[in-house]
């Protein structure tokens, strides 16, 4: 005769985790390290991407509205 004891899952005792401090130090350490590696990421795409496309865009434009104040002022120089 054979006998198998095994303990019902519902029964078990209730245990909670401690606290542990190096796991949440390693956490934020982690999250920190992160955010300087977005930001790194960020002035990357600013330098490389951003600001080439945002001066093709906004240069001739600024030439453009440039250009119209000069003759602008020519004309109203030559009217008086």
Do not use: M
């Amino acid at each position: 005769i054979s006998v198998d004891l095994i303990a019902d899952a519902a029964v078990q005792p209730i245990t909670i985790g401690g606290w542990e401090p190096t796991g949440v130090a390693k956490d934020a350490l982690r999250a920190l390290v992160r955010t300087y590696q977005n930001l790194a990421d960020f002035l990357i795409w600013l330098v490389l991407y951003i600001i080439p496309v945002g001066a093709v865009i906004v240069l001739p434009l600024y030439f453009i509205i440039r250009g119209l104040r000069r003759w602008r002022r020519k004309r109203k120089v030559q009217e008086q």
